[in-house]
C-alpha cells in the first residue's frame, strides 16, 4: 500500500485516465459496429435482396409496447382468417389474458375458450375414449389439420407455417409478412404462373402457394377502426409478434431498470477508481 | 504461487485452519497480487472473461433445469422456457447472447495478448492454456447452439460433424462416434447436451490453471518490460478490483442492451424454425464468432485441406511464442510489428465478414488471399521482423516511465507530483 500524503495540487491525471477509457469505448464500439454490419449483411442475402416495406409499430424501439386493442383485433384476423390453415401450436388461450398481451379479461378469454370443441390432450374418460369437450383457458389453441400431411393434402402441397415464433423465424420478420400480405399483385406480363399459385411481389421466387388471404371489409371491427387489408395486415402482424415474443414488455421494462442501475454504478466506480489511482502517478 | 508474501493468520480459527488448509493464504495472496501500476483497460478483459464464465454457468444451470434434450421436445422446451417459466425468457436470452459476450471478450483479450506480446518468454505456458480455452469455448459454443434444434442448430451441427469424415482411415468412425448413429438424430442431441454441460467445468479447471500460469511470472503490460521493483507496482486490491468492477460494469451495460432490447440480433432467425432433415436451409452459417475460421475452411478447395487449414489457424497459436523471436515484446517498440498487427487485425475482421457471404465469385477469392495472409502472419512474416526489425529503445522501469509520460502529457502541475513510498 501506498501512504501518500503529499499530494499538493489538483488531480493531474484527468487526461491519462480518458487515455485509458478509450480504447475501452472504442472495442465496445467496433464490436457493436461489427456486429451490425455482419448482421445487416447476412438479413440482406437471406432476404434475396428486396426492399420490404418499413411499418412504425408500436413495439419498436426501447420503449415500445404493445397496443392492447391492436393485439385484440389482430387476434380476431388469425382467428377468422388465419387459423383456418395455419396453427399456433405454443400459445393457450390463458395467454390472452397475461400482462403485456392482448390482455382480454379472464371471464373473456373462458368464453373464447369455449367456442372451441377440442378432444383433451391428456385425458381418457372411465371406459378408456378420449374426452370431447369446450376448450379451457389452459388449452392451447386448436389446430386446423391433425398432421403435416393433412395440411398439404388441403393446401395444395405447400404447408401452411405454423404462426407461433414465425416473426422472429424470418429476417426482419414483422416487416416480411407486412410486406407480403400487402404484397399480391397481377403477375408481370409474360410470367408462366404455376396451377394454384399467387403472384407476391415479397415472396421469395415470387410464386406463393397462399391465395390472397385478406381484403378490405373481410372481418368485422366494432371499434370504428378502418376495416381495411392494411389495417389487418398491421393487427395480425402485430398480434403475431406477440405471439413469438409474449414477454417483451417484461422484458424492456427490466431492462430499463437494469441499464439505469448500471449507469449509476458506472458513475460511481469511475469516481472511486480515480480516486483510488490518483495518487499513482 | 510465486512472491515474497507472508500470510500472518490473524485469529485462532484462522491459524486453526491455515494449519489444515492454507487456502486463507491463498486468498491473501489474490488480493495483494503485485500488478504493474501501467497496465490499461484492455488489461480489464480476464476479469470480464471470469465473469463470463461465472455467468454462463449459472444461466445454463437454470435452464438445463427445463430443458429436454430430445428432438420432438427439444424446440418446444425452449418456447416452455420463454413462455412458462419465470423470468425465463431473461435467463435463455442472456445465456445465448452472453455465448456472444463471451467470444467478444476473449478476442480482444487475445488481441491484447498478441499486441503487447504477452505470449513471451516467461509467458509461454500462460499462453497455450488460454489457446486450450479457447479450442473448449468453441466446443461449447457449437454444442451449445445445437440444443435448440432449430434448422441452423441441425444443418449446422450436420456441417461441422461431417468435417471430421476429411480424416483418413479414421474419419468416418469418429464421424459416427460424434452422431452416435449414421446421421444427426437424437443420439448426437443427447451427447452434445451432455458435453455442452461438462465442458464449462473443464474450461473453470483450466482457468484455473491459467491463473496459477499468470502469477508466476505476473502480468505483462503495455511497455513489455519486466517489473523491477515495488515502485513499478500496485497490489491487486484494492487498485486492479476497482479498475476491473468499472470496466466490467461499462461492458454488463453493453450485454444488457443485447439482453434486454435485441436478444435476437446475433441469433440467426432460421432458428426459430423447428428442425427438418429434409429442408436444407438457403445459406448454412456459423454463429459470428466462428466465422474468420469458417471462411478459412471454404477457402481451400479441398475437403481435407480445408479441415486441416481451419485447424491449423488455431495451432499455429500454439507454437507462436516460438514464431516471433523478437526479444522486444510490446508493439509499442516494434514499429514494424505494430504496422503489421494492425493488418493482421483487418485479415480477421476480413475473414469474419467473408465468412458470413455466400462462398461464390470473388468472395472466395478475397477468402484465399486473406487466408494465405493469415498464415503468412505468422509463419513468415513474425519469424522475418524478428530478424531485421529494429526496436526502440526501452524505458528504464515502468514508475519511470509512468512519470515521464504523466509530466509529458499533462498540465504543468503535473511536474509536481511527488515520488510516492
Redesign the interface.
Known amino acids: 500500500m501506498t501512504d501518500t500524503t503529499h499530494k499538493t495540487e489538483g488531480r493531474p491525471c484527468i487526461f491519462t485516465r480518458a487515455c485509458g477509457v478509450t480504447p475501452f469505448l472504442t472495442a465496445l464500439a467496433i464490436a457493436v459496429l461489427g456486429y451490425t454490419f455482419v448482421f445487416a449483411g447476412d438479413a440482406k442475402a437471406a432476404g434475396g435482396g428486396i426492399e420490404y416495406k418499413n411499418v412504425e409499430w408500436t413495439f419498436d424501439g426501447p420503449f415500445g409496447t404493445f397496443d392492447r386493442s391492436q393485439l385484440k383485433r389482430g387476434y380476431k384476423v388469425y382467428q377468422e382468417v388465419c387459423s383456418a390453415c395455419h396453427s399456433m401450436d405454443l400459445v393457450s388461450f390463458r395467454n390472452l389474458s397475461q400482462p403485456g398481451g392482448p390482455e382480454f379479461s379472464e371471464a373473456e378469454v373462458k368464453v373464447i375458450a369455449a367456442e372451441f370443441e377440442i378432444v383433451d390432450p391428456v385425458e381418457f374418460d372411465e371406459a378408456g375414449d378420449p374426452i370431447e369437450r369446450p376448450a379451457l383457458p389452459r388449452d392451447r389453441f386448436p389446430a386446423p389439420f391433425p398432421n403435416d400431411n393433412a395440411a398439404r393434402a388441403s393446401n395444395g402441397g405447400a404447408l401452411p407455417p405454423d404462426f407461433s415464433v414465425l416473426a422472429k423465424a424470418r429476417p426482419n420478420g414483422v416487416n416480411y409478412i407486412y410486406s407480403l400480405l400487402t404484397g399480391y399483385e397481377d403477375a408481370p406480363a409474360g410470367l408462366e404462373m404455376n396451377e394454384g399459385m399467387s403472384y407476391n411481389a415479397y415472396f421469395e421466387g415470387h410464386q406463393i402457394g397462399m391465395a390472397p388471404p385478406l381484403s378490405d371489409e373481410i372481418v368485422e371491427y366494432e371499434d370504428g377502426t378502418p376495416m381495411t387489408l392494411d389495417q389487418y395486415a398491421k393487427d395480425v402482424v402485430a398480434f403475431m409478434y406477440w405471439a413469438a415474443e409474449p414477454k417483451m414488455e417484461e422484458r424492456k421494462q427490466i431492462g430499463f431498470q437494469v441499464i439505469l442501475y448500471l449507469l449509476v454504478l458506472a458513475g460511481l466506480l469511475y469516481f472511486v477508481t480515480r480516486k483510488l489511482w490518483a495518487d499513482q502517478h | 504461487m510465486s512472491g515474497d508474501h507472508t500470510y500472518q493468520p490473524s485469529n485462532a480459527f484462522t491459524r486453526w485452519l491455515d494449519e489444515r488448509l492454507p487456502i486463507m493464504g491463498i486468498v491473501d495472496h489474490m488480493m495483494d497480487y503485485p500488478t504493474p ?1 501501467n497496465i ?3 488489461w ?1 478483459f480476464g476479469g470480464i472473461l471470469s465473469f463470463c464464465l461465472a455467468s454462463q454457468i449459472v444461466t445454463g444451470v437454470i435452464l438445463a433445469m427445463h430443458y429436454t434434450p430430445h428432438v420432438s421436445m427439444a424446440f ?1 422446451s425452449i ?1 416452455h422456457i ?2 412458462d417459466v419465470n423470468y425465463g ?2 435467463i435463455r ?1 442472456a445465456h445465448a447472447n452472453g455465448a456472444s459476450m463471451f467470444f ?1 471478450a476473449v478476442y ?1 483479450h487475445m488481441f491484447r495478448g498478441l499486441y503487447y506480446g504477452s505470449y513471451k518468454a516467461p509467458r509461454e505456458v500462460l499462453w497455450i492454456l488460454g489457446v486450450v480455452i479457447f479450442l473448449l469455448m468453441m466446443a461449447a459454443g457449437f454444442m451449445g447452439y445445437v440444443l435448440p434444434w432449430g434448422q441452423m442448430s441441425f444443418w449446422g451441427a450436420t456441417v461441422i460433424t461431417n468435417l471430421f469424415s476429411a480424416i483418413p482411415y479414421v474419419g468416418d468412425a469418429i464421424r459416427e462416434l460424434l452422431w452416435g448413429g449414421f446421421s444427426v438424430d437424437n443420439p448426437t442431441l443427447n451427447r452434445f447436451f451432455s458435453l455442452h454441460y461438462l465442458i464449462p467445468f473443464i474450461i473453470a479447471g483450466v482457468v484455473i490453471l491459467h491463473i496459477w500460469a499468470l502469477h508466476v511470472p505476473g502480468n505483462n503490460n503495455p511497455l513489455g518490460i519486466n517489473v523491477k521493483d515495488k515502485q513499478d507496482t ?2 491487486f486490491h ?2 486492479m478490483t ?2 476491473d ?3 466490467l ?6 450485454f ?2 443485447f ?3 435485441n ?4 441469433g ?3 432458428n ?2 423447428r428442425a427438418n432433415a429434409l429442408v436444407t436451409p ?2 448454412i ?1 456459423p454463429e ?1 464468432y466462428y ?1 474468420p475460421f469458417y471462411a478459412i475452411l471454404r477457402a481451400v478447395p479441398d475437403k481435407l485441406g480445408g479441415v486441416i487449414a481451419m485447424f491449423g489457424a488455431i495451432a499455429v497459436l500454439f507454437i507462436l511464442p516460438w514464431l516471433d523471436r523478437s526479444a522486444v515484446r510490446s508493439a509499442r517498440f516494434r514499429p514494424l510489428y505494430r504496422q503489421f498487427f494492425f493488418i493482421f487485425l483487418a485479415c480477421c ?1 476480413g475473414l ?2 467473408l465468412g ?3 462462398a461464390e465469385g470473388i468472395y472466395v477469392i478475397a477468402s484465399r488471399i486473406l487466408t494465405i495472409y493469415y498464415f503468412a502472419h505468422f509463419l513468415v512474416i513474425l519469424p522475418v521482423l524478428g530478424m531485421i526489425e529494429k526496436p526502440k529503445p526501452l524505458p528504464e522501469s515502468i514508475s519511470k516511465a ?2 515521464d ?2 509530466g509529458g ?3 504543468a ?2 511536474a ?3 515520488e ?2
Do not use: C, Q
Open positions: 501500476k490499461n483497460y484492455w480489464t418446444n418456447e420463454m413462455r425468457h431473461l436470452y467478444i480482444i500496485v497490489p484494492p487498485y476497482a479498475k468492477g468499472f470496466a460494469v461499462l461492458f454488463l451495460i453493453l444488457s442492451y439482453v434486454f432490447f436478444p435476437n440480433a446475433m440467426h432467425p432460421d426459430y424454425i438457403a445459406h452459417v459470428w466465422l475482421l469474419g465478414y458470413a457471404m455466400p509512468v512519470l509520460a504523466h502529457s499533462a498540465s502541475n503535473a509536481a507530483a511527488p510516492k513510498r
